[in-house]
Every structure is written in C-alpha cells, then in structure tokens.
C-alpha cells in the first residue's frame, strides 16, 4: 500500500513570508496528525484531525499557523509571516481506529517530513 | 500530563555488542508506551509497543523493550546490534491512544 506522502520535501523562506505544506494520509486512515520536529529535538504534536474534525490544535500557534482538512482525506499546514523559530521539519502521520472506532490504535505511519529553512 | 525523557543524546557501539536505550516517562496514570525508529532520510516507523500484560514486548527486528512500573521506565534492549540498527530511536508516550508525545531521541551509531 502507499504510505503517507507529503510535500514539498524542502522549503527556504525569508521571515515574513507564508509557506503550505501537504500530506496525503494512508487510504483508510481516519486520523490526520502534523508534528514539528526541530533539529535534534523529538517530534512535537501541533494538531490532529478525526475525519475532517479538528480534535485537540491546542499547541499551534494560532497566530500564524493553521491546518485544514476539509473533506477528510488530505490535509494543508499553513503557516503566515515565517519565523526563524519556525525552522524544523514538519511531518504528517495518519492512524486508524483501534477497536470499537473510539480510540487510534497507537501505531502511527509518517511521511518523511518536510524540512523549512527560514533565513 | 505526561512526558519522556532520554537521558542519552547518542550511544555508540561495536557491532555485535548488546546495547540498552534508555527511557523514563512521567505520567499520572498507567501509559501506553512506544518506541519508533528513524533511519537516515526515512520516516519513523514503530518499533515496538506496550500496552499492558507482560512487561517484556518484543519487536520487529529483534528489538525488545522492559516496562516497569515501580521505575517509570521503558528502556529497549537488543542482544547483538548490526551497522544496519544505527538510527535515532524515539520513545513515545499516551494516555489515550490518540496524542503521542515523543521524546528527543537518541541517535545510535554501531562501529564496525
């Protein structure tokens, strides 16, 4: 089966300027999360998706980033107005149901990440 | 809220060595608990999980990891590592089964 497949793999930006990434998550995979990940940290929950829901976008930084899912399948991480903070590697996972549908199963499948360099 | 830690940023070792990462968690209840791997230019990929019952879970490519409760930990195991094992491994904790939180990884490097 395909894995989860996201884009652009490489970004450079000046400060200021907005960057759109996106993940296309495994067929079948009814949960959606996006994680940054800077250089030699682990990987840092910003938002996750049921479906087309936002379930818990309590660590993204509202100001500048935003995410969308709109019909359940793929998603888009937007983020306005870059930082140099902003500089890591964004990565997108799915996950599906564990049993009775109410809870992910743990196992999580990532894509290979997209790395942003703000300048 | 829960948390990870691994205490050790980079391991190194000889081939054919046994090695030990190490992992402490800190949460109010009882966690699921998770360790994925990272190869070089390649997505994290699970490794190994536990969620109750034995201690001792196994892995895919002989990976093995050690709940214990009284010491919060959850440190994997590997009785003869391989230069293709050099990666960073991640150990990741949850409550619910639904937000995962990783810690910061350790990279391990096997000399031949």
């Known amino acids: 089966e395909a894995g989860v497949t996201q884009s652009p793999r490489y970004a450079v930006l000046q400060e200021g300027q907005a960057v759109s990434f996106w993940c296309d998550p495994i067929s079948g995979h009814d949960t959606l999360y996006w994680y940054q990940q800077p250089r030699d940290q682990g990987p840092q929950l910003l938002v996750y998706f049921r479906d087309e829901a936002v379930i818990d976008n309590s660590q993204l930084p509202s100001d500048r980033f935003s995410a969308v899912r709109p019909k359940g399948t793929n998603s888009t991480l937007k983020i306005q107005s870059a930082k140099q903070g902003d500089t890591a590697t964004y990565l997108c996972?799915?996950?599906?149901?564990?049993?009775?549908?109410?809870?992910?199963?743990?196992?999580?499948?990532f894509g290979e990440g997209s790395k942003l360099t703000v300048l | 809220a829960q948390s990870v830690t691994q205490p050790d940023a980079r391991v190194t070792v000889s081939e054919g060595a046994s090695l030990q990462l190490r992992c402490k968690y800190s949460s109010s209840v009882t966690p699921y608990l998770f360790w994925y791997v990272q190869y070089p230019r390649q997505g994290l990929q699970l490794l190994l999980k536990?969620?109750?019952?034995?201690?001792v879970v196994q892995g895919v490519n002989g990976f093995e990891a050690e709940f214990s409760k009284s010491n919060s930990s959850f440190h994997l195991r590997k009785a003869s590592v391989h230069w293709s094992d050099s990666a960073v491994y991640f150990c990741a904790v949850s409550i619910d089964n639904n937000r995962i939180f990783f810690g910061d990884g350790t990279q391990l490097v096997v000399k031949p």
């Open positions: 996972a799915s996950s599906f149901p564990g049993l009775g549908g109410h809870t992910n199963t743990g196992q999580l499948y």
């Open positions: 536990y969620y109750s019952g034995d201690p």
